[in-house]
């Protein structure tokens, strides 16, 4: 079965800095590849996503991230992180021809001002 | 114009009762799912239906009961509740049936019903 792991639980940054949290997968069969945001007391909003094509992919407010298939990692980039970027984020996958989308275990993002 | 809906936002009962959560989503999406976070904010699937029939069913106890009347609604019941059921559950739809490369989708998540069991 496929499990993700993001293995930064908690991410502090001051405002400006450069982000990057990690996001690996086991099954390496075709894959669609998600990040979501949660902001404090709201529900999931996807960030961006990949399908196919370029792995590099752009998303909302500033945010990419970059699949590379050989490592099995979607880790999701921002070069200059605000303090309203403070949340939680879950990187999900799906398997081709697969309707369920699994998570992993989230990031919490503090970023201080 | 909320895409996902779920009712009650704020769920708080005691032990043993019985409760349902109610899911809507006006996307005319084929299938939706249940999830539930825990404390930690763990994400895990519950259900899946697609256009009304179970396709996903994880390890969960049987007093989780969803219920589909049609594709646009996904209630969940849960009969006999117990302290460990304390969580948030998220409601969520997709228009496709499979996650694949030939459709570009996404899911939509609800916005979440806090259920507190004391």
């Known amino acids: 079965a496929q499990s993700v792991s993001q293995h930064n639980h908690h991410v502090i940054l001051s405002e400006a800095a450069s982000l990057e949290l990690g996001c690996n997968y086991s099954y390496g069969g075709t894959v669609n590849l998600f990040w979501y945001v949660q902001y404090p007391g709201q529900h999931l909003q996807l960030l961006l996503k990949?399908?196919?094509?370029?792995?590099l992919v752009k998303g909302i407010k500033g945010f990419e991230a970059e699949f590379i298939k050989s490592k099995f990692s979607f880790n999701l980039r921002k070069p200059s992180v605000q303090w309203s970027d403070t949340a939680e984020y879950f990187c999900a996958v799906a398997d081709f021809g697969n309707e369920k989308l699994t998570f992993g275990t989230g990031t919490r993002l503090t970023i201080i001002p | 114009d909320t895409a996902v809906s779920q009712t009650p936002k704020y769920l708080v009962t005691q032990m043993g009762n019985d409760k349902s959560i109610k899911c809507e989503q006006n996307l005319g999406h084929d299938t939706m799912y249940w999830y539930k976070q825990d404390s930690k904010k763990f994400l895990k699937i519950m259900f899946s239906y697609n256009n009304k029939e179970l396709i996903i069913n994880e390890t969960v106890p049987n007093r989780f009961s969803p219920k589909s009347p049609d594709k646009a609604h996904l209630n969940l019941h849960i009969n006999s509740l117990e302290l460990g059921d304390s969580a948030v559950y998220f409601c969520?739809?997709?228009?496709?049936?499979?996650?694949?490369?030939?459709?570009?989708?996404?899911?939509?998540f609800g916005q979440g019903t806090r259920l507190t069991v004391v």
């Open positions: 990949y399908f196919s094509g370029d792995p």
């Open positions: 969520a739809s997709s228009n496709a049936g499979t996650f694949s490369h030939t459709r570009n989708t996404e899911a939509f």
